[in-house]
């Protein structure tokens, strides 16, 4: 069913769910996202208190914790092995040669680290470049343009385009997310009112989901030059509409391009690779200590090498584990971004910018400033005796 479109119903914020140091909301399709965190908490309470706190790396997927597991069991493998080919003299342990062993795991660890960390590095700017200089360009060209239509377009025969402009920018930002998420849910527009049915079936024409909100800037591009046109209002406005649109397409652009250009593959799967080494070298290695410290008895070093082995090969993989899940924001991970929650904000700075004309100040050619006394499109009482609605300018 469809719902005559108002700006107020999209500025609601999504379903809100306060942790201990984060503030989780419902984004697309029901799944939770981190909204923000408190830092001063987290100090406070300590990661170690937080631990199982929605969103860290043990609770927002379990491939490290599985890893971990898989490594801690081939550790134990390794050494009932060491045990049972010592069975006769189990001292036999003790002299086992771990010179090489230990200088390859020395050398491995001291290469992967470096790597690692230049590796997850990278993935996090390509992550903070997605949500700035792409999503928030969209964003801000959207704002913008609305703050430039409210201002020389505020004439009440005007209304009708202020009125297109905010449906078609917020349809953008809609059709940019299910671009971006690869879902053709186009005929929900139609249901709150942001495009109507012959639109929808002018979007279907583009097969590629990238074309649609690029359209959409078109077109707000076209009707609002139009009507500038119209109202001969001055060049340099148009020339800053048509920057705003442009910026706005450029933004969409490199989303697509931050998405489908991805870090080479066998760059990836050889930083991959180095980690799942240098997981195994722990593995055997701690294994193989384990077993020597069995004839002694040396109950502190076999805990040690189990210790060692779980936290350096969780460190790793959940290193990894995050740098996949940020690789495409637009998903369903808890990390990725919580759009709804975007969408909530633009829509409500779109709301402030096309009624920002209400209460303003006009300017007398005489350089005087009149302030409005009361809302402008509060009715007031004519001379004659009807009540007619406040023009705009004034007050």
């Known amino acids: 069913m469809t719902t005559k479109f108002d700006i107020k119903q999209h500025m609601q914020l999504p379903e809100t769910f306060k942790y201990t140091v984060t503030e989780v909301v419902v984004g697309e399709g029901g799944y939770h996202k981190i909204f923000r965190y408190d830092m001063k908490l987290l100090v406070k309470w300590s990661a170690c208190m937080t631990i199982f706190t929605k969103g860290t790396v043990f609770t927002m997927d379990s491939t490290a914790v599985r890893t971990t597991g898989l490594m801690l069991l081939l550790l134990f493998l390794v050494t009932g092995v060491a045990c049972m080919c010592s069975i006769k003299d189990i001292s036999q342990l003790k002299k086992m040669d771990m010179v090489p062993l230990n200088n390859l795991a020395t050398q491995v660890n001291a290469f992967v680290p470096f790597v690692l960390a230049l590796f997850v590095s990278l993935t996090l700017s390509r992550w903070w470049a997605l949500r700035v200089t792409a999503l928030g360009k969209v964003f801000d060209s959207l704002a913008n343009t609305c703050m430039i239509v409210a201002s020389e377009l505020n004439d009440l025969r005007w209304e009708e385009v202020r009125l297109g402009v905010m449906k078609y920018g917020m349809a953008s930002v809609e059709l940019l997310v299910q671009a971006a998420r690869e879902a053709d849910e186009i005929d929900s527009l139609v249901d709150h009112d942001l495009l109507t049915k012959t639109e929808v079936e002018f979007m279907r024409e583009h097969d590629l989901l990238w074309q649609r909100p690029m359209v959409m800037w078109a077109w707000i591009m076209h009707i609002i030059t139009d009507a500038m046109d119209h109202n001969k209002t001055p060049a340099p406005s148009r020339q800053a509409v048509i920057g705003q649109c442009l910026a706005a397409r450029d933004g969409m652009a490199n989303i697509n391009m931050y998405l489908d250009t991805q870090l080479p593959f066998a760059y990836v799967h050889l930083i991959t690779l180095l980690v799942n080494v240098q997981n195994i070298l722990m593995a055997i290695k701690s294994g193989l200590t384990f077993g020597q410290a069995i004839p002694d008895g040396r109950l502190f070093v076999m805990l040690q090498q189990v210790l060692s082995t779980a936290v350096i090969v969780f460190i790793y993989q959940a290193l990894l584990t995050i740098s996949y899940m940020i690789m ?68």
């Open 328 to 395: 495409d924001p637009f998903g369903d991970d808890v990390l990725d971004f919580p759009i709804r929650a975007y969408k909530a904000y633009v829509a409500s700075i779109v709301d402030a910018m096309m009624g920002a004309g209400r209460g303003c100040p006009a300017v007398s050619s005489d350089g005087r400033l009149h302030r409005a006394m009361r809302s402008r499109w509060q009715s007031k009482i004519a001379t004659d005796g009807e009540t007619v609605r406040q023009l705009p300018g004034e007050f």
